[in-house]
């Protein structure tokens, strides 16, 4: 069975500071990993994933994470967030099989002026 | 490309009322698909998933069913409607390993 946590629910964030949201996961077999983005009252929306090769993945919005296999963590960052960042933030996982996902809880990023 | 569609956009509902909603994807053959719920404040829970026509596998008992009568077409309903069940539901479809969701539904029983 596979978990994935976000250890953090809620991140405030200054406008043009960078912000970085864990992930963390647990998994008995090999994984592919992901971030998705919902802003409210939308559906989500895919930032970047991790399948295989370099670690560093870089996504759309000039978002980009990290896998570090023996952490077992896929952590986001972005070097300078703007106000439309301003969003809900899920890493999820998958395993070799890929049929299913499994989210983390979420994060919600609050980008203030 | 692909486009992924779901109607309703938002639904009210009285306790005990039947319930369908309907996801059609567009662009792509015999995607797998999936309902998702996302309740008030929590995250996503997988309600079902479907690799093929009339093959679908469900995550947690509950008061809702679904079905896929076409390859591209994913029918998520209810009998009766509990309170429980208001949230926002989302349809997603993949081919590979990524999914990619629609716009989702917002459900209120009142």
């Known amino acids: 069975a596979q978990s994935v946590t976000q250890l953090d629910s809620q991140v405030p964030v200054f406008e043009e500071a960078p912000v970085e949201l864990r992930c963390n996961y647990s998994s008995s077999v090999s994984v592919y990993l992901f971030w998705y983005v919902q802003y409210p009252n939308q559906g989500l929306q895919l930032l970047l994933k991790?399948?295989?090769?370099?670690?560093l993945v870089k996504g759309i919005n000039g978002f980009e994470a990290e896998f570090n296999k023996s952490q077992t963590s896929f952590h986001l960052r972005k070097p300078s967030v703007h106000i439309s960042d301003t969003a809900e933030y899920f890493c999820?996982?998958?395993?070799?099989?890929?049929?299913?996902?499994?989210f983390g809880g979420g994060t919600r990023v609050l980008v203030k002026p | 490309s692909q486009t992924i569609h779901q109607w309703p956009a938002t639904l009210v509902q009285p306790v005990g009322s039947p319930l369908s909603l309907e996801c059609t994807v567009e662009?792509?053959?015999?995607?797998?698909l999936y309902w998702y719920r996302q309740a008030a404040g929590r995250g996503l829970q997988l309600l079902f998933y479907s690799v093929g026509i009339g093959q679908i596998s469900s995550e947690v008992p509950q008061n809702l069913s679904a079905s896929r009568p076409q390859d591209r077409q994913f029918i998520l309903s209810s009998k009766k409607l509990l309170l429980s069940d208001s949230g926002f539901y989302l349809c997603a479809w993949s081919v590979k390993y990524e999914q990619y969701f629609g716009p989702g539904t917002r459900l209120t029983v009142t």
């Open positions: 662009g792509t053959s015999n995607p797998n």
């Open positions: 999820a996982v998958s395993g070799s099989a890929g049929n299913k996902l499994t």
């Open positions: 991790y399948l295989s090769g370099s670690t």
